[in-house]
């Protein structure tokens, strides 16, 4: 089993920017691609960002191109998503996710993730 803790949301303003981390435990998620997603009141999970299991190849949804960027260090079991120029339209809960195998490439569905974070609230106000 696989425990995800997702840290580093909170209140800023328009313009600002945020760090969020996901730290997994129960086994490393070195080696597994690993997943961000948010939710915003009243609307579906979607699609943030995704790296593969060494970080080589990573991938952001539209909404957050050029903005959002992920990471990830396999020594410390965490998945960064690093946000810029941070939208109110961005306000939601975010969400880390890993997936169960170590299959390569990254994945944007909700469906190809095993586990997942309690999430964490990124608020940003006008």
């Known amino acids: 089993q696989v425990q995800l803790v997702e840290s580093g949301g909170g209140l800023v303003q328009a313009g600002g920017s945020l760090r969020l981390s996901c730290t997994a435990s129960?086994?490393?998620?070195?080696?597994?691609?690993m997943g961000w997603f948010r939710q915003a009141p009243g609307k579906e999970r979607e699609f943030v960002a995704a790296i593969n299991w060494s970080g080589g190849w990573t991938h952001v949804a539209d909404t957050v191109k050029g903005r959002f960027a992920i990471a990830r260090d396999n020594v410390k079991n965490t998945v960064y998503l690093q946000m810029n120029s941070l939208k109110p339209e961005d306000t939601a809960v975010y969400y880390c996710a890993v997936r169960r195998d170590d299959s390569a490439g990254y994945y944007t569905g909700i469906d190809e993730y095993a586990y997942w974070g309690q999430g964490t609230q990124v608020t940003v106000s006008e």
């Open positions: 129960g086994r490393t998620s070195g080696g597994y691609p």
